[in-house]
């Protein structure tokens, strides 16, 4: 019974899956879940309680399904020969270029003459007008759509002396933390050189412009391209550094997670409000709110708490990077701490030690799925990780520092020395990796080898179960 979200959450993934894969018709899914939920309902009165919750679990599969069979289609072709009419939403922070910007849009109606067509989901806008649209803003785009080769999905082409028409204004409350963000990236750029100010609004704010690309080759040749990408991390940090905040400020424990839930929430859609950073902020507001209830915090079920919604609001997005290494992140290092006890009294070298296993645990959930779709064996970041995450912690608590005494002028001067500092040499140290031997294998697994990687380490798992018949408590 406590893990019945985990099982919910399987169901409506396999089910999303398996349309995806097989692409049923809609009044088969229909009938499907109907059924399954009868069943559900007449097995339960029967007290067959195992064949109840098999179908509970097969309605959600099949109403999964339903429920993604819209962002299953595909754009028509005859939509993809000519110029398009495209109006949807912007819904990620644009990435400036120098000669365009890029950008994803959702909820998009497609117009062609006498024919429309309603795509729910993401198209890529590469807008060579250079004009920065407005987040959460309803435009009019006028291009050339075509598939995308190098990853699933469509691109829309916007010529330069055509820009996009905005046609709706939204009063999202989710826009006042953006222009907090604006003025936060700003102060960024008129005190720092141009490599932190890249560094520090990527990492920080979720902002990437064209500079942040050779930033980005050292990171992903050190190992550590995982940093650059607001997540879990981030939000672990952030989190943090609040109440530590309020520690000093001698708050009680409890008063001290109710005053943060907010500004994590704040910040989740400071930096974006990206997926990966709203499911990490889920899993903090789960884990508060436990504490503050007095519950026991069960990780693998506000894991699947935080994939539920995930994809009750953006279906499709089990198909990107993110969602996949995000979660098997998560899930590989729960599992691990599962069967490695932990002291409650941390030492330094403990916690080094548990620094080594938090690395250790990600690398081996997540080596398959990164050479997968990289090409990479990383070595080297089992290692680099234990150095690499604490210092971009320290990097994070400067950045606050900076950011509440940025309104003393000599003060301001001094911190943001010590803050460009900080980030130097943090660049300086991931280029070190980048360029020390055998950091990394060029070798890229197919899905063959990457079913039986994962095939491999399931069994020691189990094989780890059967042994310890009691798994300890992280």
Same mark, same amino acid.
């Given at each position: 019974?406590?893990?019945?979200?985990?099982?919910?959450?399987?169901?409506?993934?396999?089910?999303?899956?398996?349309?995806?894969?097989?692409?049923?018709?809609?009044?088969?899914?229909?009938?499907?879940?109907?059924?399954?939920?009868?069943?559900?309902?007449?097995?339960?009165?029967?007290?067959?309680?195992?064949?109840?919750?098999?179908?509970?679990?097969?309605?959600?599969?099949?109403?999964?399904?339903?429920?993604?069979?819209? &962002?299953?289609?595909? #754009?028509?072709?005859? =939509?993809?020969?000519?110029? @398009?009419?495209? %109006?949807?939403? *912007?819904?990620? !922070?644009?990435?400036?270029?120098?000669?365009?910007?890029?950008?994803?849009?959702?909820?998009?109606?497609?117009?062609?003459?006498?024919?429309?067509?309603?795509?729910?989901?993401?198209?890529?806008?590469?807008?060579?007008?250079?004009?920065?649209?407005?987040?959460?803003?309803?435009?009019?785009?006028?291009?050339?759509?075509?598939?995308?080769?190098?990853?699933?999905?469509?691109?829309?082409?916007?010529?330069?002396?055509?820009?996009?028409?905005?046609?709706?204004?939204?009063?999202?409350?989710?826009?006042?933390?953006?222009?907090?963000?604006?003025?936060?990236?700003?102060?960024?750029?008129?005190?720092?050189?141009?490599?932190?100010?890249?560094?520090?609004?990527?990492?920080?704010?979720?902002?990437?412009?064209? &500079?942040?690309?050779? #930033?980005?080759?050292? =990171?992903?040749?050190?190992? @550590?391209?995982? %940093?650059?990408? *607001?997540?879990? !991390?981030?939000?672990?940090?952030?989190?943090?550094?609040?109440?530590?905040?309020?520690?000093?400020?001698?708050?009680?424990?409890?008063?001290?997670?109710?005053?943060?839930?907010?500004?994590?929430?704040?910040?989740?859609?400071?930096?974006?409000?990206?997926?990966?950073?709203?499911?990490?902020?889920?899993?903090?507001?789960?884990?508060?709110?436990?504490?503050?209830?007095?519950?026991?915090?069960?990780?693998?079920?506000?894991?699947?708490?935080?994939?539920?919604?995930?994809?009750?609001?953006?279906?499709?997005?089990?198909?990107?990077?993110?969602?996949?290494?995000?979660?098997?992140?998560?899930?590989?290092?729960?599992?691990?701490?599962?069967?490695?006890?932990?002291?409650?009294?941390?030492?330094?070298?403990?916690?080094?030690?548990?620094?080594?296993?938090?690395?250790?645990?990600?690398?081996?959930?997540?080596?398959?799925?990164?050479s997968f779709y990289f090409g990479k064996v990383y070595i080297l970041n089992l290692f680099t990780n234990i150095l690499v995450i604490p210092y971009l912690g320290l990097i994070f608590y400067s950045l606050f520092v900076f950011l509440g005494l940025s309104f003393i002028g000599p003060l301001r001067e001094v911190l943001c020395l010590a803050c460009s500092f900080l980030i130097g040499l943090f660049l300086k140290i991931n280029y070190f990796f980048s360029n020390f031997p055998l950091s990394y294998l060029n070798y890229r697994f197919s899905f063959k080898?990457?079913?039986?990687?994962?095939?491999?380490?399931?069994?020691?798992?189990?094989?780890?179960?059967?042994?310890?018949?009691?798994?300890?408590?992280?």
């Amino acid at each position: 019974m406590n893990y019945i979200l985990i099982w919910i959450f399987l169901s409506f993934l396999a089910g999303e899956v398996f349309c995806f894969l097989l692409k049923p018709g809609f009044s088969l899914l229909l009938w499907l879940s109907s059924a399954s939920l009868l069943a559900s309902y007449i097995f339960y009165k029967k007290k067959k309680l195992a064949l109840s919750d098999f179908s509970l679990l097969s309605f959600f599969f099949f109403l999964s399904a339903l429920y993604f069979k819209p &962002y299953s289609l595909s #754009i028509p072709d005859y =939509f993809l020969k000519e110029r @398009t009419e495209v %109006i949807g939403k *912007i819904t990620e !922070l644009p990435i400036s270029y120098s000669s365009y910007n890029l950008y994803k849009i959702r909820s998009n109606y497609l117009i062609l003459r006498d024919k429309k067509f309603y795509f729910p989901g993401s198209i890529l806008v590469k807008d060579y007008s250079f004009r920065k649209p407005s987040l959460l803003d309803i435009y009019l785009f006028e291009g050339r759509l075509r598939k995308n080769y190098q990853k699933k999905g469509y691109v829309l082409y916007l010529k330069k002396d055509n820009p996009p028409l905005k046609l709706y204004t939204s009063k999202d409350f989710r826009k006042f933390p953006l222009r907090v963000s604006e003025r936060i990236s700003s102060l960024f750029k008129k005190n720092f050189s141009r490599q932190i100010f890249s560094f520090s609004s990527a990492v920080f704010l979720g902002k990437k412009e064209e &500079y942040f690309s050779q #930033i980005r080759k050292i =990171f992903v040749e050190a190992g @550590t391209c995982h %940093i650059l990408a *607001i997540s879990g !991390l981030h939000v672990g940090i952030v989190s943090t550094v609040f109440l530590f905040i309020f520690k000093l400020a001698r708050f009680k424990r409890r008063t001290r997670f109710i005053l943060t839930i907010p500004l994590v929430l704040f910040y989740a859609f400071l930096s974006g409000a990206r997926p990966p950073v709203l499911r990490a902020s889920l899993m903090f507001l789960v884990y508060a709110l436990s504490f503050l209830l007095r519950r026991k915090f069960l990780i693998f079920n506000s894991l699947a708490l935080a994939g539920l919604i995930d994809l009750f609001i953006k279906p499709d997005d089990f198909l990107t990077v993110s969602f996949q290494l995000s979660f098997l992140a998560v899930f590989s290092i729960s599992l691990g701490f599962r069967y490695f006890y932990v002291k409650r009294k941390l030492t330094l070298l403990e916690k080094i030690r548990i620094l080594f296993l938090v690395s250790l645990f990600a690398n081996l959930g997540l080596a398959g799925l990164l050479s997968f779709y990289f090409g990479k064996v990383y070595i080297l970041n089992l290692f680099t990780n234990i150095l690499v995450i604490p210092y971009l912690g320290l990097i994070f608590y400067s950045l606050f520092v900076f950011l509440g005494l940025s309104f003393i002028g000599p003060l301001r001067e001094v911190l943001c020395l010590a803050c460009s500092f900080l980030i130097g040499l943090f660049l300086k140290i991931n280029y070190f990796f980048s360029n020390f031997p055998l950091s990394y294998l060029n070798y890229r697994f197919s899905f063959k080898e990457l079913s039986f990687y994962y095939l491999f380490l399931l069994l020691i798992i189990t094989f780890k179960i059967r042994r310890n018949k009691i798994p300890r408590p992280f």
